[in-house]
């Protein structure tokens, strides 16, 4: 779902994860679409959290579960992405449990779990795995297109780093979706959605480990150059922080 602005703030209804608005989510919502800033994204995870602490609703729990992935995906050490994915898990179950079929709370506590295992030692993922995928059929049954494919790259990015995992996981939860339905996926949002390094990265390592696909490769290369990091800032301003690495990873693969 696409981000927009009204009177320069950015609509409450218009988000991957929706909320009711007012004075406390606005402030929430405002440090989120800052999160590039020292301490914004902290910020944000702090008043998702108070928000959620106050209502019933599984929505400010999503929130919380997603800031904290975003804290634990750029955290510089071991220790603080452990801390942050372990929270993210923690605070997004609590969404599941009052809503077990909200998309965002599904989608987010899949996203923390998984990458909390990569973090620590993928020795958990058997222990994990039945929980991931029960919330990843979730995610296929409610809303597939959720998070501008995010669970095309939610799987791609899976198996690009524990693809035993990944096995396992799609043929239990979503038997016949890999690769090719995952490609055609990310094939769809590189094609039509917002400019998202994070699609084109993905499409280009599922097309090589399912397919040795080095053209597919080279070509997301040549769109991470021309693409336009700042055409649509409150989905993905991340852009910034992804392309460097993106680049590493496609280019590690010709």
């Not at 019933?56 to 992935?69: D, L, P, Q, T, V």
Request: overall charge neutral.
């Amino acid at each position: 779902m696409a981000s927009s602005r009204k009177n320069g703030r950015v609509a409450a209804g218009d988000r991957e994860i929706p909320v009711r608005g007012g004075r406390a989510w606005g402030a929430a919502l405002r440090a989120w679409d800052g999160r590039l800033e020292e301490g914004a994204a902290r910020e944000a995870a702090e008043l998702f959290q108070e928000i959620a602490e106050r209502e019933e609703g599984a929505a400010a729990w999503a929130w919380c579960a997603r800031s904290r992935f975003f804290l634990g995906d750029y955290a510089e050490s071991s220790r603080e992405k452990k801390r942050w994915f372990e929270e993210g898990h923690r605070l997004g179950r609590e969404g599941v449990s009052r809503e077990e079929r909200h998309v965002g709370a599904c989608f987010w506590t899949a996203a923390c779990v998984a990458k909390y295992v990569e973090a620590t030692s993928l020795l958990r993922a058997p222990v994990h795995a039945p929980e991931i995928a029960r919330l990843l059929k979730r995610v296929a049954e409610e809303d597939i297109m959720y998070a501008h494919g995010g669970l095309a790259r939610f799987i791609g990015l899976l198996h690009a780093r524990q693809p035993g995992m990944t096995e396992r996981l799609i043929k239990l939860a979503m038997p016949g979706v890999w690769p090719d339905i995952v490609l055609e996926g990310l094939r769809y949002f590189v094609e039509q959605g917002p400019p998202f390094v994070l699609n084109l990265q993905v499409l280009g390592e599922v097309a090589f480990h399912a397919n040795r696909d080095r053209a597919t490769v080279r070509e997301m290369l040549r769109r991470l150059d021309n693409l336009d990091l700042d055409a649509n800032p409150t989905v993905a301003p991340e852009n910034h922080l992804d392309l460097p690495r993106a680049r590493q990873r496609l280019e590690a693969l010709l």
